[in-house]
Nanobody, 127 residues
């Protein structure tokens, strides 16, 4: 069983920054791609960013590219999401997720390809 625990959410003013962390346990973290998703009130869960198991490939949603940075530390079993230049539109519950397939060559945006999810951390950006 895999456990993912997010932290780092909170309330921030527009233009501010937050760094989310997701600590993983229960399987070989370094073998799996990791993703971040978010869900705003009344909206569907959407892809934010993903990183390959090796860290060698990264993908971002257009809405966050250039503002958010995903990274991982395989020695610490942790994936991060650095969020800069936040806007009220970034307000959501943010979830980290682990890919269902080990050593996947590409990073994917489809949530059904991720089979383990954290409990989520709330990010609120005030105007």
């Amino acid at each position: 069983q895999v456990q993912l625990v997010e932290s780092g959410g909170g309330l921030v003013q527009a233009g501010g920054s937050l760094r989310l962390s997701c600590a993983a346990s229960g399987r070989t973290f370094s073998s799996y791609n990791m993703g971040w998703f978010r869900q705003a009130p009344g909206k569907e869960r959407e892809f934010v960013a993903a990183i390959k198991w090796s860290g060698g490939r990264i993908d971002y949603a257009d809405s966050v590219r250039g503002r958010f940075t995903i990274s991982r530390d395989n020695a610490e079993n942790t994936v991060y999401l650095q969020m800069n230049s936040l806007t009220p539109e970034d307000t959501a519950v943010y979830y980290c997720a682990a890919d269902r397939s080990p050593y996947r060559i590409v990073v994917v945006r489809v949530s059904t390809e991720y089979n383990y999810w954290g409990q989520g951390t709330q990010v609120t950006v005030s105007s």
